[in-house]
């Protein structure tokens, strides 16, 4: 029987939590360490890879992931033997993506050939700005220039190289991010990721707001008329957004990310990452520990995560909304129907669609070009009861 998961399919995510300085807007699980063990997160890797097989045997996996942190600070001999290792333990489909991310460093991309010897198909490279005054306010380490020549490297080793850029940063024009962001579409890109500023709690940014020093925040009218800017510009250039925050040309969408937003199933390895995996006709959310050593040390207990979520039926179709209407697909409300033994709301829909916010078509759920703009009321409304 046809399980709800494979209407998004199977991935596999490796988090690592090590960085070399820690920026002021990430509020993602990452560390700065003066040492670290390659070998004992090899190992680590190893046997959490064999844990989730016993879960989940037998499953075609689709992607791979390396995130972090910064996985490009990885020795590259640990992450082909996981990359073996994955491949040894389930059957993977023919053209089985494999992306890490990676700093734009000349450090980093001297290592770039050895991670495609090592079985990686796809870089994503998180150069974040092109100037050097932005850079060095978003505490990048690296320059323009080495963003440039690290990004000409990888595309001479991979056929598929992705990059981040961020907007809406402090004191940033609208003429002066229409300029930035043709010079990347310049660039022979086949995939970007557009993401606004956001200021999150617990990161320096956050604390610096907080007591009114983060200055030149774009206003919100600003903000959405470079967000509009973004999605023309892309759009005339052939780099249509497939996410919200993210742009390919056709075929080279980032089919993990799919995974994630087609709400499928995926394992979650190493400090602080998350999961969705069904099991017996459940599914489960799976966290694990954020604290290096406290995941490290629980390997060998398989202790790594904290207690699992079961998720409901109506749980589930409300993230798989979540998830799926942040795509230019769509959902199926069907597919939603199913999992919460109920349809959407017809009022909240014929809304929604009279207003121009939704379109509905060939059994599909898509949110319009300006319902992208305020995807959140959007959610709330078909949400509510």
Known sequence: MTEDWQNGGFGIYIHWPFCEAKC????????VARH?????WRDAYLTELKRAASE????????????????????????????????????????LEITLEANPSSVEAGRFAQYRDGGVTRISMGIQALNDADLKRLGRIHTAKEALAAF??????????????????????????????????????????LYQLTVEDGTAFGDRYAAGKLRGLPADNLSADMYDLTQEICEDAGMTSYEVSNHARDGAQSRHNLIYWRYGDYVGIGPG??????????KFATTCYSNPKRWLDGVSLAQTEQP?????????????????????EGIDPERYAK????????????????????????????VSKQGFNVLNSILSELLQD
């Open 339 to 366: 999992l919460a033994g109920k349809a959407l709301n017809p009022d909240a829909l014929l809304k929604l669609t009279d207003l121009g916010m939704l379109d509905q078509s060939d059994s599909r759920l898509i």
């Open 152 to 193: 000409d490297t990888a595309r001479g080793i991979f056929e598929r190289v992705s990059f981040d850029l961020i907007y809406a940063r402090q004191d940033q024009t609208l003429a002066a991010w229409e300029t930035e962001l043709n010079q990347a579409l310049s660039m022979a890109i086949d995939h970007m990721s």
């Open 308 to 328: 699992r979520e079961t998720l409901s039926q109506g749980d589930q179709a409300t993230e798989m909304l979540l998830m799926g209407l942040r795509l230019k």
């Open 36 to 40: 670290i063990d390659q070998a004992a």
């Open 56 to 95: 989940v045997p037998g499953r075609i996996v689709n992607a791979v992931f390396f995130g972090g942190g910064t996985p490009s600070l990885m020795d590259p001999d640990t992450v082909a033997e996981v990359i073996a290792e994955i491949r040894r333990l389930w059957p993977t489909s023919n053209d």
């Open 273 to 282: 990452a998350h999961g969705r995996l069904t099991i017996g006709g459940s």
């Open 24 to 31: 002021p807007y990430c509020d993602f699980n990452s560390h």
